[in-house]
Every structure is written in C-alpha cells, then in structure tokens.
C-alpha cells in the first residue's frame, strides 16, 4: 500500500480519492482497492452523449467538423469519432472542463437550452467520472432551419 493511500485512509476518507495522474490528460482515481485511469476521449464522448439528449440540439460541431465527420464516417462505417465531434475537454487531476460547438433547431430559446446542456454535462461527467467540472463552455455555431438538408446521417445523432 503507497505512502500517499496509508495517508489517506489515516485521515478517514478512505473513498476513491482522486490524485495527480502520472499521465497528463487522463483523471486517475484512487481507492484502496486500486487506481482509475479516465482517458480524455471517454470524458469527451460522455460529454458529447449527454449534450445530444438535451432537446433542441440538432448537432454538435462547427460546420467544417461536422463535414469531415460526415465523410470520415461515411469512409470508416464507425461512429467513434462522431460522438466526441464538437467537443473539446481539459481533464486535470480532480477536475474537468468541456467546450462544446452546438448546431442549435430554430424556434428553441438558446439561453434555456445552455442551461439545459450545461446542466445535463455537469451531471454526466460528475456521476459517470467522478470529476468535479469546473465550466461548460458553449459556442453556438449555427442553426438548423425547418426543411434544412441534414450534414450529417441520421444514424450518428442521438435523440
């Protein structure tokens, strides 16, 4: 048992404790029983789920990123890359930080639907990960009209 864990559990919080990651990038938790390694590219995709279940979010990604994942997927057949697509995220020893790009459908009060996204990532990443998320930061770069052709298959959006 580490020198760091001993300390730990002498302090009464023996629960997974979160501690600096040996790889930068990655949130590593800590618990008696062993250590968790979080990639970036799993918060990211949690982020990204979550974003896409909030209603009035048609996509997320700007419009070149979108482009390139339409045909990147069109290529590949997978849908790896199209679920952190718009998504960007700092993840530190404890804590995370998301930006995300959101194609917006028109009629949908974007101030509320923020709140709602920021709202929905926040839960995800803490529950999911275990991370505190410092801010959520949104940029909405578009807007999808009523009859507007889709950029992206129907298949890589969640609802």
């Given at each position: 048992?580490?020198?760091?864990?001993n300390q730990t559990k002498a302090q009464g919080t023996d629960?997974?404790?979160?501690?600096?990651?040996?790889?930068?990038?990655n949130a590593e938790l800590l618990s008696e029983?062993?250590?968790t390694t979080i990639a970036d590219n799993v918060v990211a995709k949690i982020a990204g789920m979550a974003?896409?279940?909030?209603?009035?979010?048609?996509?997320l990604g700007a419009g070149m990123s979108r482009a390139l994942g339409a045909m990147r997927e069109a290529?590949?057949?997978?849908?790896?890359?199209?679920?952190?697509q718009g998504v960007v995220v700092e993840v530190g020893e404890r804590?995370?930080?998301?930006?995300?790009?959101?194609?917006?459908?028109?009629?949908?009060?974007?101030?509320?639907l923020a709140a709602g996204v920021r709202r929905n990532v926040i839960d995800a990443v803490e529950n999911m990960c275990g991370l505190e998320v410092t801010e959520v930061?949104?940029?909405?770069?578009?807007?999808?009209?009523?009859?507007?052709?889709?950029?992206?298959?129907?298949e890589a959006r969640v609802r």
């Open positions: 048992m580490s020198t760091q864990m629960v997974a404790q979160t501690r600096p990651s040996a790889h930068r990038g029983h062993g250590r974003a896409r279940q909030v209603n009035g979010v048609y996509a290529l590949t057949g997978g849908g790896g890359a199209a679920s952190t804590q995370a930080a998301a930006d995300l790009d959101v194609i917006v459908e028109y009629g949908v009060s974007i101030p509320d930061n949104i940029t909405v770069d578009d807007l999808h009209l009523p009859g507007e052709e889709s950029a992206e298959p129907q």
